[in-house]
C-alpha cells in the first residue's frame, strides 16, 4: 500500500472488530450483516461494519453514477480493500492471466449520503435516514 492509500486506523478496527466475534451473540449479528453483502470478503464486510454498521449497500462513486444515483458533495466514504489485478502478459497459451499482487484502500458510498436519481427539470431529491424525500 502506498502512503497515501494507508490507514493504520482500519488496520486496527478490522482486528478489534475480529476479536470481537468472540461470543455467540456477537457472530450472530455478523453474519446478519454479513448477509447484507455477500459479495464481499470477510475483512471487508469487518471494514464496512466497523465504519458505518447501519450500512445496507455499499458502491463505489462510479458504479452508483451508472445507476443514476450522485454521491453528495462532502459525503464521507466508507474504506474497503479491493485487490490489484494485473494481466500476466508471459501466460504459455497467449490467453493473460489475471494475478492479484495486493490489496489497495478504495471508497464506496452507502445510499444514505445520495441524491436520488434526477430527471431533467428535477430538483435533487436528498435521501433522508427515513429514506423518504421531503
Not at 466497523?50 to 458533495?73: D, L
Request: net charge positive.
Amino acid at each position: 500500500m502506498t502512503a497515501k492509500n494507508n490507514h493504520p486506523e482500519l488496520i486496527e478496527k478490522l482486528a478489534e472488530g475480529i476479536s470481537n466475534l468472540t461470543t455467540s451473540e456477537e457472530w450472530q449479528r455478523h453474519l446478519d450483516f454479513q448477509s447484507k453483502f455477500h459479495r464481499y470478503s470477510f475483512n471487508n464486510v469487518l471494514l464496512i461494519a466497523a465504519q458505518c454498521h447501519e450500512a445496507s449497500q455499499v458502491a463505489g462513486f462510479n458504479a452508483w453514477r451508472k445507476m443514476n444515483r450522485f454521491v453528495r458533495k462532502g459525503e464521507k466514504a466508507i474504506w474497503i480493500l479491493a485487490p490489484m489485478v494485473y494481466n500476466n502478459a508471459d501466460a504459455e497459451d497467449g490467453d493473460p492471466e489475471r494475478i492479484v499482487r495486493g490489496f489497495k484502500f478504495v471508497p464506496v458510498f452507502d445510499p444514505l449520503s445520495q441524491v436520488s436519481s434526477i430527471w431533467p427539470g428535477q430538483r435533487p431529491c436528498y435521501l433522508t435516514n427515513s429514506r423518504s424525500c421531503t
